[in-house]
Every structure is written in C-alpha cells, then in structure tokens.
C-alpha cells in the first residue's frame, strides 16, 4: 500500500523559507511524478508543481520562481521549498503521487494527509 | 490558460441521483479526473480517465466527458458522498496540473 506523509513546521514568518518534506511508503521515489499543491483556508485545490527523477521539475506559474521541488532517493523523499512566503501561502500542503504525467493525462492517484502550515510573525 | 468551471454547489435528497458537471473549452478532447475530498480530508481520486473506477470508489460513480462539459455522476446518493468534488485535467502544452473551483454536494 503506497502511503506518503507531510512533515514540517506549522508556523513559518514572513519573508522566511518554508520547507516540506514528503515521506513516501510503498513506492520508489525514483518512479512516478511526485507532486505537491495547497488548498488555502476555505479555497479550492491549487497545484504547486511536480517532478519526476532525472528531469527538471515543473511549476505553477503563480508561484514561479519562490519554488523548488526535489527528490532524494536515499531517503525516498520528495521536498518542497517556497521562499519569500507571505500571509496568502498559509494553506494545507499536500505531496500527491502523479501518474501518466508526461503521456497522456496527470492524475493523482495516492495522496497524503496534508500539513496545515500559517505564516505569521 | 486552461479554465475549469463547477457549479459551487449541488443538492440531492438520498437515493437519487447527483450529477456534477465540469466544463472547459473543448474539454472533451481532453481526460477528466475526479476527487472527493470530505471535511478535513486528504482529497481521493473516485474517477480517471473520464471514466474509469479506482479501487475502492463504488460503482454507483461514473463519469462522461464530451463537447464542453464532463459529468460525474452519483447514483443512490448516500449520507457518505457528502463532500466537495473537484475536476482535474492535464494541460499538454504547459504540462500543468489544473483544476476546476470545485463543488459541495450537499445530500438533503
């Protein structure tokens, strides 16, 4: 059973660097499209980007350039790292396992539980 | 970019049927994916490929998806489906993941 967990702090001030770490079980890193999106208080689902081992990563115009998802095999990790966060970042993160992300049609089909992460001095 | 459009909000009474739409430019053209995502939840993926059933989502879930507008529809509505629905496609030419706004499905 793929299980994927989100871990990282809660509270992150602005202008500072939030970063998430997604723990996956189940499943090797270095195969499918591990992505990450948000949902702020209330909103709908918003994409942050995905990548997949060996290729560049691809984002969400409306984080541009604040954001940088990686893997690490060792670990069997994927992380996340937004610079220069502002109150309007305060959302659930989630880390979500991509399928068929360079073919045909993206979908998500394992996610985790999410982390609820506010910016706030 | 590609817009995905829901209704906010749908409401059935239990035991008949709650159709969601989900519409977008030529979307039939595309694949549609589905997810629930009930209060305080992780959302599940319940429909991809348009139509197609993971494990685990009841068969009382089927999707269409042609023209302008892709359909998921919830036969037998129960209690348990109360939860908000999300459409999903993939955009080829920017390779971004997109979804529509979503939509609460109330059962009455």
């Known amino acids: 059973q793929v299980q994927l967990q989100e871990s990282g702090p809660g509270l992150v001030k602005p202008s500072e660097t939030l970063s998430l770490t997604c723990t996956v079980s189940?499943?090797?890193?270095?195969?499918?499209?591990w992505s990450w999106l948000r949902q702020s208080p209330g909103k709908g689902l918003e994409w942050i980007g995905y990548?997949?081992?060996?290729?560049?990563?691809t984002y969400n115009p409306s984080v541009g350039s604040r954001v940088t998802i990686s893997l690490d095999r060792s670990e069997n990790q994927s992380s996340l790292k937004l610079t220069s966060v502002a109150a309007a970042d305060t959302a659930v993160y989630y880390c979500?396992?991509?399928?068929?992300?360079?073919?045909?049609?993206?979908?998500?089909?394992?996610w985790g539980q999410g982390i609820r992460v506010t910016v706030s001095s | 970019s590609y817009v995905l459009t829901q209704p906010p909000s749908v409401s059935v009474a239990p035991g008949r049927t709650a159709t969601i739409t989900c519409g977008g430019h030529?979307?039939?053209?595309?694949?549609v994916h589905w997810y629930r995502q009930k209060t305080d939840q992780a959302p599940v993926l319940v429909i991809y490929?348009?139509?197609d059933r993971p494990s685990g989502t009841p068969e009382r879930f089927s999707g269409s998806n042609s023209g302008n507008t892709a359909t998921l529809t919830i036969s037998r509505v129960e209690d348990g489906d109360e939860a908000d629905y999300f459409c999903?496609?993939?955009?080829?030419?920017?390779?971004?993941?997109?979804f529509g706004g979503g939509t609460k499905l109330t059962v009455l």
């Open positions: 990548i997949y081992d060996g290729r560049s990563a």
């Open positions: 979500a396992r991509g399928i068929d992300c360079s073919s045909s049609s993206c979908y998500l089909d394992f």
């Open positions: 030529n979307i039939g053209g595309k694949s």
């Open positions: 189940g499943a090797a890193i270095g195969t499918y499209f």
């Open positions: 999903q496609v993939w955009d080829r030419s920017t390779n971004h993941v997109i």
């Open positions: 490929y348009d139509r």
